[in-house]
């Protein structure tokens, strides 16, 4: 696999299309960063890091659906920068995504932030993925 980032996102992307509960998925240090800002940012209901029976790392998450019109709470996600295209922003040119109400994750010296945090600290990084 070339790019395991873009492979997480399309296992919740397709699990959130099939209106599943849960979805599964291998886990590494960066996805369990990424999947901790889906939690904080509202975005799943829960998370839960394991091991598989070979001793590899998973990861599961609870997907979060409105409680009256099953709608899901993640509306789009979207690959940004990719191993054939790195994309980079600065603090001052960091993307807005859906004008302020989704989010963008990226990777900075201090860590894996989302867009608004990266512009409070006044750091950039490489733009990982869009969240809406």
């Known amino acids: 696999m070339t790019d395991p980032i873009a492979d997480f996102l399309t296992r919740i992307r397709n699990a959130v299309k099939a209106n599943h509960k ?3 998925a291998p886990g590494s240090k960066m996805k369990q960063a990424i999947t901790q800002i889906l939690h904080e940012q509202g ?4 998370y839960k890091f394991g091991e598989d029976e070979k001793g590899h790392a998973t990861i599961k998450i609870a997907l979060k659906y409105h409680p009256e019109t099953k709608t899901p709470a993640i ?3 979207k690959r940004v920068s990719r191993p054939g295209l790195r994309q980079y922003s ?3 040119e960091m993307p807005r995504v859906q004008n302020g109400l989704g989010i963008a994750i990226v990777s900075t010296s201090k860590g894996i932030m989302t867009n608004k945090k990266a512009i409070q ?3 950039g990084g490489e733009v990982l993925c869009y969240i809406y």
Do not use: D, P, T
């Not at 975005?43 to 829960?46: D, G, H, P, V």
């Open 22 to 24: 849960v979805v599964e």
């Open 43 to 46: 975005y799943i209901l829960a």
């Open 75 to 77: 509306k789009g996600l």
């Open 90 to 92: 600065s603090a001052k």
């Open 121 to 123: 600290e006044n750091v």
